[in-house]
C-alpha cells in the first residue's frame, strides 16, 4: 500500500468513526427523550430538542455521504465496519422506541384536547331561549378537532 492509498484510508476510517460517534450520541440522547415520554415528562424531552435536531442534521448527511460511496464502507477494517453496523442497529431500536413514546403521548393529548373541547361544547349548549317559539343557537367552537395532526 502506498503513503497515499495509506492516507485515503487513514481519512476513510477516521470518517467512520466520526459517523460511530455521532450516531451513539444522537441514540443516547434519543433514548433518554424516549424515556422520559414514557415516564409523562415531555417538558425534560424538551431541553435536548436542538441539540438532537442538530445531531440529527448531520447524520442524515453524513449517512448520504456513505451511502453515495458505498466503497468507504466496503474498504474499511471489518472491527469498524461492525460497530457502525452494532451502532445503526441500535440507532433503528431507539428510533422505534421514540415513535411508540411518541405515539402514545399524541394519543394521550389527543383525547386530552377532545374531552375539553366536548366540555366546552356541553357548558355552551345550555339553553338560553326566552318565550314562546325562541330558537336555540348554536354555539361557535374555538377549538377546531383535526384526526391528521
Known sequence: MSGQDKSVADKTVAGLMAMIELTE??????????RAFEQHRPQDAAA??????RLANQY??????VRAQPQLYETAPLDVRRRLLRAT????AVLQRQGRALGASKTVTEGIVK???EEI????NVGRAYGPGAARRSPATAITL????
Open 25 to 34: 450520541k444522537l441514540t443516547k440522547l434519543l433514548a433518554e427523550q424516549a
Open 89 to 92: 442497529e441500535a440507532f433503528d
Open 115 to 117: 374531552a375539553i373541547a
Open 146 to 149: 383535526n384526526r391528521h395532526a
Open 48 to 53: 435536548d430538542i436542538e441539540e438532537v435536531s
Open 60 to 65: 442524515r448527511a453524513g449517512s448520504a455521504h
Open 121 to 124: 361544547a356541553v357548558k355552551r
